[in-house]
């Protein structure tokens, strides 16, 4: 509409808008304005060459001289025109962009709408990716970077959180990782694992900085019966196809929403990392954490996700693994009882289980870890955290 007496009358201005008129489609708000660089009105628009406070406009080939415009963000302006011969002219006082003002259309076109209305779910992804940061500066220098690595060092064990601002993949140590679309840009995890060597990698335009780690050793004696179980392979082959099954398939996106919690407040008998010997043999690296708790003791989910797997294995007994999204698992055995099954959705601090003794155990404890990938991470790196918040 427009007016020539203040607003006292108005006239339709042979635009065609929807009831919900450009001016009522809330894109942004203050924060996202922030994050977005929207505060300096006038500096460069979506691909640094096009002016966010034009005056004038190209339609058609024809340039406009322009009374005034608004960017709502980068991409998504209006612009009134100066001269009402020129509106006239094109049927339309108001000009439209949808790509930071390199095209104007005359009016609310439909086109013009459906790049609105993508714009709208862009910012809103945006919004949700900006709050899992520790602060608005983080999000905004994260969000602004067209590579992260988040932290930018690691050590053996550790795991890494990337982000581009656009899909690919990253190869690393000999397999590929497929970046998925989480708010405004693309993630995957890059776990390190215990033979990965000190050195500096490229990943993206940054570097990732792996540093050297020892780890004790722990030597462990357990009665001949129990050594026996580890001699089972077919029960341990069957049982690693259950769990492989269930950790080849992990929801596209970040299912936490807040820091990871500890699940249980047990004694550390066993740290991540430790090389363990038992009677006197070489067994692996202790890839988890061990808390010593009494029998019946409740362990809580670490975090918001779907259960994966609730089931009775030979080796860890009693177990469960709970997808946290994107390729994110943790892991509770050797339980006395299982309180969810295979499908539950859980919320951080949910009971999922009591503290147990089953499978190959030497006493009442809670074998707990995390896998990225499929490979296991030190669970320390979590807690009381989550990834977003790493940077330093």
């Known amino acids: 509409m427009r007016t020539e ?26 924060s996202i304005k922030e994050l977005m660089g929207l505060e300096v009105i006038g500096s460069s628009g979506v691909n640094g060459s096009v002016s966010q406070n034009p005056q004038t406009a190209v339609l058609d080939s024809t340039t406009y001289s322009l009374k005034q415009s608004q960017f709502l963000t980068p991409r998504i302006g209006w612009a009134l025109l100066a ?5 006239a002219t094109i049927q339309s006082a108001l000009l439209v962009t949808a790509d930071g003002g390199q095209t104007w259309n005359a009016g609310l076109k439909p086109a013009v709408r459906e790049a609105i209305l993508k714009e709208k779910d862009r910012l809103q992804k945006l919004k949700r990716e900006a709050a899992l940061y520790a602060t608005k500066d983080t999000a905004k ?6 590579w992260k690595l988040v932290p930018d060092t690691a050590a053996p064990g550790d795991v890494v959180l990337v982000r581009h601002d656009e899909p690919g993949s990253i ?18 995890y890059l776990p390190t694992t215990m033979q990965a060597k000190a050195g500096k990698y490229p990943i993206g335009d940054q570097v990732l900085t792996i540093q050297g780690k020892k780890f004790e050793t722990q030597y462990l004696k357990v009665t001949k019966q129990m050594e026996s179980m580890k001699q ?33 407040e047990g004694i550390l008998t066993t740290p991540y990392g430790h090389t363990r010997y038992v009677n006197g043999k070489y067994d692996s690296s202790h890839l988890a954490i061990d808390l010593a708790a009494k029998e019946g003791t409740p362990i809580k989910a670490t ?3 779907v259960v994966a797997l609730a089931d009775t294995l030979y080796l860890t007994g009693n ?45 009442p404890h809670l074998h707990f870890t995390f896998w990225a990938h499929n490979v296991q991470v030190n669970p320390n790196l979590f807690f009381n955290t989550t990834p977003f918040q790493w940077l330093k």
């Open 171 to 188: 190869t690393w140590l000999g397999k590929t990782y497929t970046l998925q679309p989480f708010g405004a840009g693309y993630f995957t």
């Open 232 to 264: 089972d392979t077919d029960r341990i082959q069957a049982d690693q196809k259950k769990i492989d099954l269930a950790r080849s398939k992990s929801e596209p996106e970040f299912l936490f929403k807040g820091p990871f919690v500890q699940p249980i």
């Open 83 to 87: 001269n009402p011969k020129d509106a």
């Open 303 to 305: 975090n918001d996700g």
């Open 5 to 30: 007496d203040s607003g006292a009358t108005w006239q339709d201005a042979g635009l065609d808008v929807p009831s919900e008129s450009l001016a009522g489609v809330e894109l942004v708000d203050d």
């Open 319 to 363: 177990a469960i693994y709970i997808d946290h999204g994107m390729g994110l698992f943790s892991q509770y055995a050797h339980l006395s009882e299982l309180r969810v099954k295979t499908g539950d959705r859980v919320k951080q601090g949910d009971i999922i289980g009591l503290v147990g003794t089953t499978g190959f155990s030497t006493g």
């Open 141 to 146: 220098a994260v969000i602004g970077s067209k």
